[in-house]
């Protein structure tokens, strides 16, 4: 079993990653500044719908292999592996907002104190993660 963390874990992506891994026998820290979607979620309601995923959440807070948060440092500090899933909503222009991916990465730099692989599940251009690794 490994430690997960999902940053930005209470939108669709983040969300869904969180419960598949957490239903693959992973233990997961779902992160999110969104403190109702936090608070939803803590009692097995989500606003995201997906087939039967309420159910297989509700069970997966019985079994505490699931759990949310806002605390990202507790998140990050807790976590073996993290999964970036923040929103990159489409620009002016088409191109993917990435402020929020590249903001989590700087935040990370500081708060990560041990060898931890970082996923960025967002959905993002290639050549991001080039980006984020400056």
Do not use: C, W
Request: charged letters at 20%; a negative charge; proline letters at 1%.
């Amino acid at each position: 079993m490994t430690n997960i963390g999902v940053i930005g874990g209470a939108g669709y992506v983040g969300l869904v990653t969180g419960v598949g891994l957490a239903a693959l026998g992973h233990k997961v820290t779902s992160m999110d500044l969104d403190q109702s979607r936090i608070e939803m979620l803590r009692k097995g309601s989500s606003a995201v719908y997906e087939e039967g995923l309420e159910a297989i959440l509700r069970d997966l807070i019985e079994k505490d292999q699931i759990s949310f948060t806002e605390n990202q440092l507790h998140t990050v500090r807790n976590s073996d592996a993290l999964f970036i899933a923040v929103g990159t909503p489409s620009l002016d222009d088409g191109a993917a907002d990435l402020s929020a991916v590249i903001a989590v990465a700087e935040q990370l730099r500081e708060e990560i104190d041990k060898y931890t692989v970082i996923v960025v599940k967002s959905t993002v251009p290639v050549g991001t993660t080039s980006v984020i690794t400056e």
